[in-house]
């Protein structure tokens, strides 16, 4: 007789029947109360645990982001057109994962980990949920090693180190994504992966950030995360932990990640819009009492682990967005004292053409001194100094004729300063390049030269170290320092950039 002959058939459905066990099942059952602007209101579902995945009956997906005795508020992940009020909602056990693994890499995604750039499907290593406790301090270790911005004015004066969380912070308009973007593409050099999580931001600037991505850095090593303003809230509102858990990834297996949250005030503004759906009582700003607390717990997972736990780190540069140059409104402050700095933008210096338009009065960086370059510590104090007696002296003089001797020299001094602090887009510098720059102004070797002259210098300096000076190319890259025979040589080399330039210009 053949296999699936009826009696048979009829026995196989006996067992089935048999095995089956019958009697009174639980099954997390609620009922959608309301729903409205990406926000639903539950009732009826018992033992659901914060950032639990709920699945609607028509199979779309939420979470739950207020759990309240009687009534959840869950955060679509979709879109959620289609589920109505009556409609019934499943727990699932299981919080919010994200795909993690090398799968990710030179990939757009948005924070699901579903592919954007219409590539494949994310072969994931794994599915990691996207809140996971920071590293404790006894698995911590002291910022020790430099992360190089690439940005002259950044690596002298507020150095980064890996594990450091750096706030990009200033009014809209004033470089801020160009400037995280330009760190990114500086670690072309480095052994650092990089994560940029676009949060609500114009889909013209996420283009630009991706094209100058894509263009300048290495993008196999690049991951991006982007989360439109048209995307469900509860999507915007994921994206930075999504991003975190992603880097966190490479943390733990003892590689170096960069991290970029572009930027933290949308996210704000996102989480004080699903708390104001959801009914919590509005504090400052309308904003939840819990908006310190969420990004404090998300930037608290950039770390620089022990040896013990492999030596990775994860360097976080989260952006807020300031109104009038106010650094005291509401998320601005929290951000500022949750990081270890901040590097401000102001909108005046950068319509004077002053780019990247770093105030340099109001930018600290509170770790990344110790880990930088010799060369670059010992230019960066009388820089400092410089170049803050400069911009008073500059405020005195203005109205006040020809000043005379010291002034004069210090002003001199100053314009230079501020001439080789300025950066065009998307080129960044070496270490070599800012340190020998660095000799150059405390040298002298460019107070011959007018303003254009520096600038072309600027421009022409790589190229000149790469021809004529590469011993101290290789010196300065390996040890971060240079020995005496070495520094003159470079010393000459540049000289005679100076005065060609100089001989050019008359
Ligand atoms: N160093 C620079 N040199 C030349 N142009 C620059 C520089 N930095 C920024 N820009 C230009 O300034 C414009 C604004 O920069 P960017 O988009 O980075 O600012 P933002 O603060 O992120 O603005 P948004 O508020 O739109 O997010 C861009 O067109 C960018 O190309
Ligand atoms: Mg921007």
Redesign the pocket.
């Known amino acids: 007789m053949p296999a699936d002959a009826p009696d048979d058939w009829l026995a196989r459905a006996r067992e089935v029947v048999r095995d089956a066990t019958l009697g009174p099942r639980a099954t997390h059952r609620g009922l959608v109360e309301e729903i409205g602007d990406g926000v639903a209101r539950i009732s009826g579902l018992l033992d659901v645990r914060l950032d639990e995945v709920l699945r609607f009956e028509n199979g779309q997906v939420g979470f739950a982001r207020v759990l309240d005795p009687d009534l959840i508020g869950a955060v679509m992940l979709d879109g959620a057109t289609d589920v109505e009020a009556g409609d019934a909602v499943f727990g699932s056990g299981e919080v919010v994962q994200v795909p993690v693994g090398e799968g990710l890499l030179g990939r757009i995604v948005d924070p699901m980990g579903r592919p954007l750039d219409g590539g494949a499907p994310i072969e994931a290593g794994a599915h990691l949920p996207i809140e996971r406790p920071a590293p404790g301090i006894i698995e911590r270790d002291l910022v020790t090693e430099p992360v190089q911005t690439g940005i002259a004015v950044v690596d002298t004066l507020f150095a980064l180190g890996r594990g450091q969380r750096e706030l990009i912070v ?10 995280a ?2 760190t990114l593409i500086a670690q072309r050099d480095s052994d650092i992966i990089c994560i940029y999580v676009a949060i609500g ?2 889909t013209s ?1 996420v283009r ?1 950030a991706i094209t100058a991505l894509r263009t300048h850095a290495d993008f196999a090593r690049c991951i991006v995360l982007v989360a439109s303003p048209a995307d469900a809230p509860g999507l915007q509102w994921i994206a930075p932990y999504a991003g975190m858990t992603m880097a966190e990834y490479f943390r733990d297996r003892g590689q170096h990640a960069l991290i970029v949250f ?2 933290l005030s949308k996210h704000a503004a996102t989480h004080r819009e699903i708390a104001l759906l959801t009914e919590q009582s509005p504090g400052r700003e309308a904003y939840p009492g819990d908006v310190f607390h969420i990004h404090a717990r998300l930037l608290e997972r950039a770390a620089k682990l022990s040896q013990a736990r492999g030596g990775g780190s994860l360097t976080a540069l989260p ?1 807020a ?1 300031t109104d009038a140059g106010n650094l005291s409104a509401y998320i601005p402050t929290n951000l500022i004292s949750i990081t270890d700095g901040q590097i401000v ?1 102001d909108s005046t210096l ?1 319509h004077q053409g002053q ?2 338009a770093v105030d340099v009065g109001l930018s600290v960086s509170r770790v990344g001194g110790k880990t930088q370059a010799p060369l670059l510590r010992e230019a960066a104090g009388s820089l400092r100094l410089d170049y803050a007696q400069f911009l008073e002296l500059e405020v005195f003089t203005r109205f006040g004729g020809m000043p005379e001797g010291r002034v004069r020299t210090q002003l001199r001094r100053g314009e230079r300063i501020r001439e080789v602090l300025r ?3 998307h080129r960044p510098l070496r270490l070599a390049d800012e340190a020998a720059l660095m000799i150059a102004l405390r040298g002298g070797l460019m107070d011959g030269l007018a303003p254009e002259g520096v600038a072309a210098f600027r421009a022409a300096l790589p190229g000149t170290l790469d021809h004529g000076a590469s011993g101290a190319l290789r010196m300065i890259a390996e040890t971060g320092t240079l020995d005496t025979a070495t520094r003159s040589a470079l010393i000459a080399e540049m000289e005679r950039l100076a005065r060609s330039l100089a001989q050019a210009a008359e």
């Open positions: 200033g009014d809209t308009a004033t470089g801020r994504t160009t400037l973007v330009d931001q114009k600037s630009r572009d930027d952006i967005e933008l950068f780019k990247p950066q065009p887009q």
